[in-house]
C-alpha cells in the first residue's frame, strides 16, 4: 500500500513538473516570438496569428486612392471566401459615443466645459470632471469599478459588465469626487458609460436606440447595431438592452459598415467635420509601441493621435474579439482589421493594422 502512495505521488510529481515544463516552453516561445515583432511584417504577423487556428476568420480592409477592399482569411493565412462576417466592434463603440457627443455639442445641447452635474442629478457635495475630460480620458476616474453583479458574471463566463445598469452608474458616480483637474491620460470604460448616461439625459431615450439609430440613418451604416448576439461568428458578449457600459463597447459590425465608416472619417464632412482635432495632449505612448509605430501623443473626439506618423486610430476588444481602426487623413488611406480572436491571441489587430498602414502609406 505504501508503495503503490510513494508511486502515485511519484507520478503526480512528474505530471506537475510536466505541466510546468511545457507552460514555461510555451512561454519562452511566445516571448521570443513577441521579441520579433519589431522586424515583422505585416503579412508575417497575420500568418503567424492565424497558424494552425481552425476557427480564426480574420477580415483586413483597405482604402487607398479613393478604393475601398477587403480580403477574407483563415487558418495559416489562406484566402477565404469574400463574404460579410458579423464582428464585436468594442471599444471602436467609443468613436461613435464621442460623435453623438459631438452632435449634442452641435445642436447646443451639450457644452464640452460643462461638469458632468449639469446634465446628470448629483450630489453638490462633490467635484465632476467636465465632457471634455471624459472624451479624452483625462478626468481622474478609473477604468471601472467593481459592482456585484461582475461576480456572477465572472462565475457564469460572461461578460464583466452585463447587468450593470444606470442606476448602479448613478451610484458609484456620487461616490466618487475628483480634484476637477485635467489628469493623466487613463483609458476609462466607466468615463464613456457615463458619457453614455449624458446623452441619454439630454436626449431623452436610452443609448441602444440613440446609437442605433444615429448609425443607420446618420452615418448610412447599414449593419452597425448594438450587440444582438446574433451574428454569423460565435462567443459574442451578452448584453442586457439598458446595460450602461454599452457605451463602451456594445456594437458590432461589418467590413463595409467599417470601411465606408472610414470614408466618411477621411471625407469629414457633416458631423464627423473636425472631430480628429486635437482636444487634449496625452503622451501615452509606451516603448514596446514605439517599437513599431503605436504612437499614443494627442486625442480628439475619442480618436489617438499619432502626430509621428500622421495616423489617426482607435482600437477595441473584447471576450473573443479585437479590431484595429486607423487613417491617414493626408494621404486619405484607411486599414480595418476585424478579428473573431482574443485580443492577447498571439499578435492582435492593432499591431498588425499599424503595420499595415504604414507599409500602405510608404
Request: aromatic share 12%; hydrophobic share 35%; with cysteine.
Amino acid at each position: 500500500m505504501k508503495k503503490k502512495s510513494k508511486k502515485t505521488i511519484y507520478i503526480i510529481i512528474a505530471v506537475i513538473l510536466l505541466i510546468v515544463l511545457i507552460v514555461s516552453g510555451y512561454s519562452v516561445y511566445g516571448n521570443y516570438q513577441m521579441s520579433k515583432i519589431p522586424g515583422m511584417s505585416f503579412t508575417d504577423c497575420l500568418n503567424y496569428t492565424l497558424k494552425g487556428n481552425d476557427n480564426a476568420v480574420i477580415t483586413v480592409g483597405i482604402i487607398k486612392d479613393g478604393q475601398a477592399s477587403y480580403t477574407v482569411y483563415g487558418k495559416d493565412g489562406v484566402k477565404m471566401q469574400q463574404e460579410e462576417h458579423i464582428y464585436e466592434i468594442g471599444s471602436l463603440t467609443k468613436t461613435f459615443t464621442a460623435a453623438l457627443i459631438k452632435k449634442a455639442v452641435s445642436e447646443g445641447k451639450i457644452n464640452l466645459n460643462d461638469t458632468v452635474d449639469k446634465y446628470l442629478d448629483m450630489p453638490a457635495s462633490n467635484t465632476y470632471p467636465t465632457i471634455e475630460q471624459l472624451l479624452t480620458h483625462t478626468s481622474g476616474y478609473k477604468s471601472h469599478y467593481f459592482e456585484s453583479p461582475m461576480i456572477g458574471n465572472f462565475f457564469y463566463g460572461r461578460n464583466d459588465f452585463y447587468g450593470i445598469n444606470d442606476d448602479m452608474l448613478f451610484s458609484r458616480l456620487s461616490e466618487i469626487s475628483v480634484t476637477g483637474e485635467t489628469q493623466s491620460f487613463n483609458y476609462s470604460n466607466f468615463g464613456y458609460a457615463t458619457l453614455g448616461l449624458v446623452l441619454e439625459s439630454v436626449y431623452s431615450k436610452d443609448y441602444a436606440t440613440l446609437v442605433n439609430i444615429f448609425a443607420l440613418d446618420e452615418l448610412k451604416l447599414l449593419n452597425t447595431y448594438i450587440s444582438d448576439e446574433q451574428g454569423d461568428l460565435e462567443n459574442y458578449w451578452n448584453w442586457n438592452t439598458d446595460d450602461v457600459y454599452l457605451s463602451a463597447g456594445g456594437l458590432t459590425s461589418t467590413i463595409s459598415d467599417m470601411l465606408h465608416y472610414a470614408q466618411l472619417q477621411l471625407s469629414q464632412e457633416g458631423i464627423l467635420a473636425n472631430s480628429h482635432d486635437s482636444l487634449a495632449v496625452i503622451k501615452a505612448s509606451t516603448e514596446s509601441g514605439k517599437a513599431i509605430g503605436i504612437n499614443m501623443d494627442e486625442i480628439g473626439f475619442g480618436w489617438i493621435i499619432d502626430t509621428k506618423n500622421d495616423i489617426i486610430w482607435h482600437n477595441g476588444g473584447t471576450g473573443a474579439y479585437n479590431c484595429y481602426f486607423g487613417f491617414c487623413p493626408m494621404i486619405e488611406t484607411a486599414v480595418v482589421i476585424l478579428s473573431n480572436l482574443a485580443p492577447d491571441y498571439r499578435i492582435p489587430a492593432t499591431v498588425m493594422g499599424t503595420k499595415l498602414l504604414l507599409e500602405t502609406s510608404e
